[in-house]
Every structure is written in C-alpha cells, then in structure tokens.
C-alpha cells in the first residue's frame, strides 16, 4: 500500500487569488498542443499564428463543453439547484465527452474559416489532445477527484475521506493510458501522412478502449451509481458510441486518398 500524496489543490496563492492546479493542468495542455501543432502545421498549410488561433478556438470549445457535458452527464440535480454551479470550473467536474463534442463544434468552425477539409483538421488535432488529457487526469488525482475500487494491490492508496482501504489510483491509470500511451500511439501513426479520417478512428477507438477498461476499477460517481449489472457505469454509456464511430470511421477511411493538403 503507498500513501496518498499530501498535495494542496492551490499551486499559488495571493491575497483572495488562488491558482488551483487543475487549471494549470489545462494550461500544460495546451502549451504542449501549441507546440507540438506547430512542429506539423505547414502540413495542412497552417502557420504557428494559425496554431495559436486554433488552439483558442478549442480552449472555448474544452472549457465550455466539457463543463457542459459534466452538467448535463453528471450534475444536472446539482444544476438545477445551483445555477451558478457551472461556472465555477476551478471545484473540478469537467466531462471529456462533452469538451470533445465542444472541440469538434470548434474545429468545425475553424476549418470552415480556414478552408479545410474538417476529417483533415480533426487528424491534426487528435495526436495534440492527449498530453492534455493526461495533465488533467493528474489535475483530477491532486484534486482527490475519480477515486478507484478497492484493491489488495501494492499500489493501492487509501483514498482522501473515504476510509483506510486502499484504492485503485483511476485517475493515474487514465494519465497513463489516455495521456502518455495514447499520445505515443497517436502520433507515431500520424508521423506519415494517412488516409483521411484514420487517426481521428484512432484516437476515438483509443480513447474509448481506454476509459472503458479504467472503468471497471473506478468508483461511478456517487449520485448515479451503477447503470446496470452492477458494474455498467455512465462513462461506459457514452464511451461505447465513441468506439462504435470511431471504428466505422477507421474503416470508411481505408477506401480514401491518403490526405494531401486538405483543402475542400
């Protein structure tokens, strides 16, 4: 069994200004987007100034998205109750799938504007997100966020307010999967030039594979609880037609070009 580590939720601390370091974490991802966007942007005919544009574009769609769909999954009881609830994003609850949905209504736009072939953009995109995911796995572990299932595994760790019995790290697992293996496999893929729509497939059939498995060692939010069968939770709901799509679109690519410009 290992201790949980004893990390303040506030990385800085001014006066009544605090800077909790889960919104650093978003700050981490997207930097490393910026950067890594910007070593294949001439690809697609970007520039690194196009990157930045892009990149803005996509922090509304994440922020807005995913507290959207974190209210909407998630905390809807609680939204209701409290409207104000939703804005206050630095308390945590951010759903992936809704800042995804959020991402991809923002390139939508993007690509619209700049004249790209949206599966074209969305390729790019995909290898950039996960540094971003796993950053904020590990904002969600510093936050005492995603506790796991009891294990008798050495790296269990007893979970902050929640008894002496040691859990599953989820959050950790997920940093590994969604963030570190992900990115290696995503980009790795990418470093040719693919047939339209293949690692957009990936990264849904990856991603999805991934949330999937942690799911069966993480604890389903309290207020929701099991779905069905006593493990089925909400992130497997809405993680299966992430997989579903993204294998269909693996498949529907094999019969496309390899991707050139991407211009429409």
Same mark, same amino acid.
């Given at each position: 069994?290992?201790?949980?580590? !004893?990390?303040?939720?506030?990385?800085?601390?001014?006066g009544p200004l605090q800077v909790h370091w889960y919104g650093l974490m978003y700050v981490v991802g997207f930097v490393a987007a910026w950067w890594?966007?910007?070593?294949?942007? $001439?690809?697609?005919?970007?520039?690194?100034?196009?990157?930045?544009?892009? *990149?803005? @574009?996509?922090?509304?769609?994440?922020?807005?998205? #995913?507290?959207?769909?974190?209210?909407?999954?998630?905390?809807? !009881?609680?939204? *209701?109750?409290?409207?104000?609830?939703?804005?206050?994003?630095?308390?945590?609850?951010?759903?992936?799938?809704? #800042?995804? *949905? #959020?991402?991809?209504?923002?390139?939508?736009?993007?690509?619209?504007?700049?004249?790209? $072939?949206?599966?074209?953009?969305?390729?790019?995109?995909?290898?950039? &997100?996960? =540094?971003?995911?796993?950053?904020?796995? =590990?904002?969600?572990?510093?936050?005492?966020?995603?506790?796991?299932? &009891?294990?008798?595994?050495?790296?269990?760790?007893?979970?902050?307010?929640?008894?002496?019995?040691?859990?599953?790290?989820?959050?950790? @697992?997920?940093?590994?999967? !969604?963030?570190?293996?992900?990115f290696a496999l995503l980009w790795w893929l990418s470093a040719r030039p693919q047939s339209r729509g293949l690692v957009s497939g990936a990264f849904?059939?990856?991603?999805?594979?991934?949330?999937?498995?942690?799911?069966?060692?993480?604890?389903?939010?309290?207020?929701?609880? @099991?779905?069905?069968?006593?493990?089925?939770?909400?992130?497997?709901?809405l993680t299966l037609p992430m997989i579903a799509l993204g294998l269909i679109l693996m498949i529907w690519s094999q019969r496309q070009a390899v991707? #050139?410009?991407?211009?429409?």
């Amino acid at each position: 069994m290992i201790a949980y580590p !004893e990390i303040d939720p506030v990385a800085i601390a001014v006066g009544p200004l605090q800077v909790h370091w889960y919104g650093l974490m978003y700050v981490v991802g997207f930097v490393a987007a910026w950067w890594l966007g910007s070593l294949r942007a $001439a690809r697609i005919g970007l520039n690194r100034d196009d990157i930045g544009d892009l *990149l803005f @574009y996509a922090a509304i769609g994440v922020v807005a998205g #995913g507290r959207l769909g974190y209210a909407l999954f998630y905390g809807l !009881e609680q939204w *209701l109750a409290d409207p104000l609830w939703v804005f206050r994003v630095w308390d945590g609850g951010m759903s992936f799938h809704g #800042g995804l *949905l #959020g991402v991809l209504l923002a390139a939508w736009l993007y690509a619209r504007k700049k004249q790209l $072939a949206f599966l074209t953009l969305a390729d790019f995109i995909a290898p950039l &997100v996960p =540094i971003g995911l796993g950053a904020g796995r =590990i904002g969600n572990f510093i936050n005492h966020e995603l506790p796991g299932r &009891v294990t008798s595994l050495p790296w269990g760790m007893p979970f902050p307010g929640m008894g002496p019995e040691p859990r599953h790290p989820s959050a950790l @697992y997920e940093a590994l999967l !969604e963030g570190v293996v992900l990115f290696a496999l995503l980009w790795w893929l990418s470093a040719r030039p693919q047939s339209r729509g293949l690692v957009s497939g990936a990264f849904l059939v990856g991603y999805g594979l991934f949330r999937f498995m942690v799911e069966f060692v993480r604890m389903p939010d309290p207020h929701i609880g @099991y779905l069905a069968f006593g493990w089925f939770t909400m992130g497997m709901l809405l993680t299966l037609p992430m997989i579903a799509l993204g294998l269909i679109l693996m498949i529907w690519s094999q019969r496309q070009a390899v991707d #050139g410009a991407g211009k429409e």
